[in-house]
């Protein structure tokens, strides 16, 4: 039987990846799908470097390639004009996809990096009103049912409409007395629990952020303030936000696969973590279901 190779020979987890490479779903939704945005805008990210570093490593092999195409070595002795420009361009195609390898393919290691922090920084600003319209709603359904455990007798004189309205009004109370919501600041995980923890899900006591989870994005913070605003090239603010950070000032920044692993494995884990925030009461719920925040450095994608 022969071995058939393409679209029919996906397995269920690399169908849903070329599906969605294909058409994001992120155009054929509004607003408001927070979690699902951040996994897709995660894997984007994630896709597009990878598929930067393979055509790398694709490219290395063009002069090969080209040789074989032409049916000529770039040795020969009866190279025509046009055939040697034509290997030439392609060992100069080679030579610098060598060269990008081998100084570890910095810019694409940051350009997902700043896709990522952004991806983060969307999915605590946009998810933290749903909460709270969640929280308000949640708290205005409960007054009503205590209501009309109350008087059980007048409840039935509530029209649909006016059951709605005392529902809406009580919301409007509610999310007026739970004041307005921070924006996104600081550094770290401060920049973040400061909007998680009035709607409840800030770090729990005994599941504490690690220290150098913590400082690993703030690192990532300052690095990515340093690579969209000055250029690439450390200032103070960025030192002083980030001490821990391995650079000196005026010194140009580039992202290792290093640096990569460990601060999209710190975004990873610290996703992973807010979001289990929501489920963590559930009966049917332990710990063990959320992130190993102590293991937070594998988080990284595999191959990456």
């Not at 910095?106 to 998810?127: F, G, K, T």
């Not at 600041?185 to 629990?193: I, S």
């Not at 923890?197 to 989870?213: H, K, Q």
Request: charged share 30%.
């Amino acid at each position: 039987m022969s071995i058939v190779i393409g679209a029919n020979a996906l397995g269920e987890l690399a169908s849903g990846q070329i599906a969605r490479a294909r058409r994001d779903p992120r155009l054929d939704r509004r607003r408001g799908a927070t979690i699902a945005d951040f996994r897709v805008a995660m894997e984007e990210a994630e896709r597009v470097r990878m598929l930067g570093i393979m055509g790398l490593h694709e490219l290395t092999h063009a002069l090969e390639r080209q040789e074989q195409l032409l049916g000529a070595s770039r040795d020969g002795p009866n190279l025509t004009s046009e055939q040697a420009r034509t290997l030439q361009a392609a060992w100069e195609r080679a030579e610098s996809a060598r060269i990008e390898i081998a100084n570890d393919h910095p810019q694409l290691n940051a350009q997902a990096l700043i896709s990522m922090n952004s991806a983060l920084d969307a999915l605590v600003e946009e998810w933290t009103p749903q909460l709270r319209s969640m929280r308000a709603s949640w708290l205005a359904d409960t007054a009503m049912k205590e209501t009309d455990k109350a008087n059980p007798d007048a409840s039935h004189l509530l029209s649909p409409e006016l059951r709605d309205g005392l529902e809406q009004a009580i919301q409007s109370f509610v999310a007026d007395k739970l004041g307005k919501i921070a924006q996104l600041g600081g550094a770290g995980t401060k920049r973040y629990e400061a909007l998680l923890r009035p709607e409840g899900l800030g770090a729990p006591a005994d599941r504490p952020i690690p220290g150098d989870l913590d400082a690993a994005l703030t690192e990532l913070g300052a690095l990515r303030n340093v690579l969209i605003h000055k250029a690439g090239r450390v200032d103070e603010r960025a030192l002083e936000q980030a001490p821990s950070l391995s650079y000196e000032k005026d010194q140009f920044v580039r992202i290792s696969g290093d640096d990569y692993r460990r601060y999209s494995a710190a975004i990873r884990c610290y996703a992973s973590e807010i979001q289990f925030r929501v489920i963590r009461g559930w009966p049917e719920v332990s710990d063990n279901d959320g992130p190993d925040l102590l293991r937070w450095r594998d988080h990284y994608v595999i191959g990456a």
